[in-house]
């Protein structure tokens, strides 16, 4: 398929995101946890969204939270917080499945769901999505830029993840790019080798990574002419979740690894860049600031 990669526009722009779930609805637990269950568990999303914000706030920073549907409908009043401090308020879908798991028209419902909620809470329309899990597809992008969203940012350019979704023509080295008229995709950050690259953008690979090694790396990506896009969860920065057993191994190791280092480093993170919600960085290719330069993408 023909791409359309912008090039250089937002370049040395740092984009933050907040996937706003709870701790129960991360796939590494799903196993264990069914959604029938979900109203059995504790809530703690409230508290560590809030968390975020005051960092958040401490450091004059801007931020997309990518809210769950489900987690809307039980904190409406966080959700209108998130808005009234001036972040942008995006979709996470509603129900955290698997958009690859889901019949088109079962996909359709979901995000018409949760954008119509967070549209009526914020009284502002929503436009962006990240899907559950990374997990979009090719038969997902024409439905999303039909119910209204301006961009998705789901796709991690990287070697294979045994849950990321596929969108082809991508390329690690052009993070954002023109998928059809209007409608953007905002890649989550990697290293470049080659089209494909080492994630770099944020959740368990953030809290693995050595801090300063992480912030090398930042550095060099923001150095290469491209924006940076990162991304984290509430649950990512509370130690005092609960410990799901029962899980394979790497699953507990993706939920768990150095939580309790997680908000320092997402704190210092913060600290150290000068961040913007994804929708600014839209706003400024749409505006045509940073000369952008247009060209086809190679098919495939
Ligand atoms: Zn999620």
Redesign the pocket.
């Known amino acids: 398929m023909a791409r359309m990669i912008t090039k250089h526009p937002g370049s040395g722009k740092a984009a933050l995101s907040i996937?706003v779930?709870d701790w129960f609805?991360a796939a590494n637990v799903s196993a264990v946890i069914a959604r029938e269950a979900w109203d059995r568990c504790e809530l703690r999303v409230e508290r560590n969204t809030t968390r975020m914000l005051e960092i958040l706030e401490a450091c004059n920073a801007r931020a997309t939270f990518f809210v769950?549907g489900w987690v809307a409908e039980k904190c409406p009043h966080l959700v209108r917080a998130i808005a009234a401090a001036g972040h942008e308020v995006a979709s996470?879908g509603y129900g955290?499945e698997l958009v690859y798991s889901l019949r088109p028209s079962e996909f359709r419902s979901d995000v018409l769901r949760s954008k119509q909620y967070l549209e009526d809470l914020t009284g502002r329309p929503v436009r962006g999505y990240r899907a559950?899990?990374f997990s979009i597809t090719e038969w997902a992008i024409p439905i999303l830029h039909d119910v209204g969203f301006d961009y998705d940012s789901s796709f991690v350019p990287t070697l294979a993840h045994d849950r990321y979704g596929q969108l082809d023509g991508m390329d690690a080295g052009s993070p954002v790019v023109l998928l059809r008229d209007g409608f953007y995709e905002v890649c989550i950050s990697c290293i470049r080798l080659g089209k494909r690259g080492i994630p770099w953008g944020g959740g368990g690979y953030f809290r693995l990574t050595p801090y300063l090694m992480w912030l090398r790396g930042v550095r060099r990506i923001l150095r290469s002419e491209t924006p940076y896009i990162f991304y984290i969860?509430p649950w990512e920065i509370d130690a005092g979740q609960p410990r799901v057993t029962g899980i394979k191994a790497t699953n507990q190791f993706r939920q768990r690894v150095n939580l309790q280092r997680c908000e320092g480093r997402f704190a210092a993170l913060v600290g150290a860049f000068h961040w913007i919600p994804l929708c600014d960085l839209i706003d400024g290719f749409n505006a045509g600031r940073d000369c952008p330069q247009f060209q086809s993408a190679p098919t495939g």
Do not use: A, G
């Open positions: 996937d779930e609805h769950l996470h955290h559950p899990c969860h």
